[in-house]
């Protein structure tokens, strides 16, 4: 019997702890129109390129689905993850829910034995704070005192508690559960595709995320069941594979780049966001969400 994932047992959850005071914004002056933030006048020392052996190739028949793991945050699920899709788990699987404005789901046939990995693992919602790299937004957030990126992922902290996690932003990608927290592994993922549903935060382990090809997953056709489940086989999409880019031939894999977050540039970058001096704005907010922020990659030229 299909497990019902935890993305949709737990869709109306609220985050419930006590915050403390978030960080004060800073004043709301606008650059000048000559300020606007220009990615291709960024110097090539303030982008890095993504870690083959943890990033996965998704492929699909409109196209491939990029996938940066976070090993950092889940190490566990990420290092299960890849030896699923190396055992060949996921080859010959498919997307079996597509939920408007929330995620697209995939996996493999309720009937298919586990290869390579495990079927369950304990959760991992979150961490102590360590000695990751951490950049703060300056501005205020609903669900967590601080939030920015740590690396490549958009993160949030408590610093009272000492606990750090990843956040539902756009194309974050998690593994799914049943009610039990520890009933997940990876075998079913999920990616958002709707607005951040940040009252998941902490109650599913968030894997990685869609750093490019979203677009093969967000337009997908709608599932008519409960919960966007597609209800017959033909509605589903076949993925004929999923490999770690490291397995990957080289003059196959594609040459991405991230804007770094402990950049200059991506410094500039959250300022140009809070502060749109574009002429078509004719008013800034002066404050950004840490899901308005899409982290910046490109093509490596």
Known sequence: MHRRPLISLLAMLLVGPAFAAAPKAEPATAPSPAAVFDLDKTPPADWHALDPENTLYMDLPTGRVVIELA?????????????????????????????????????????????????????????????????????????????????????????????????????????????????????????????????????????GRVVRGIEHLSTL??????????????????????????????????PLEILRTDSPSFKAYVQSRRFRADAWYKYSSGRVGVCNLALPVRLKS
């Open 71 to 207: 090993p950092a945050f889940a190490p566990n699920h990420v290092a299960n993850i890849k030896a699923m899709v190396r055992a060949g788990y996921f080859d010959d699987s498919a997307i079996v829910r597509a939920q408007d404005n929330y995620v697209v789901q995939w996996s493999a046939p309720s009937t298919r034995p586990m290869r390579g990995g495990q079927d369950t693992l304990k959760a991992e919602f979150d961490k102590p704070i360590g000695l990751e790299a951490f950049v703060a937004l300056p501005d205020p957030d609903t669900y967590a005192p601080q939030v920015g990126f740590s690396g490549d992922f958009p993160a949030a902290r408590d610093p009272r508690s000492n606990r750090t996690w990843l956040t539902h932003c756009y194309a974050m990608m998690g593994a799914g559960r049943d009610e039990s927290a520890d009933s997940g592994g990876g075998k079913e993922l999920y990616a958002v595709i709707g607005h951040a549903p940040r009252n998941l935060d902490r109650n599913v382990t968030l894997v």
């Open 221 to 254: 056709p709608r599932g008519t069941g409960d919960l966007g489940f597609y209800k017959t086989e033909g509605e589903k999409t076949a993925i004929p594979r999923i490999r770690v880019a490291a397995d990957v031939p080289a003059n196959e894999r594609l």
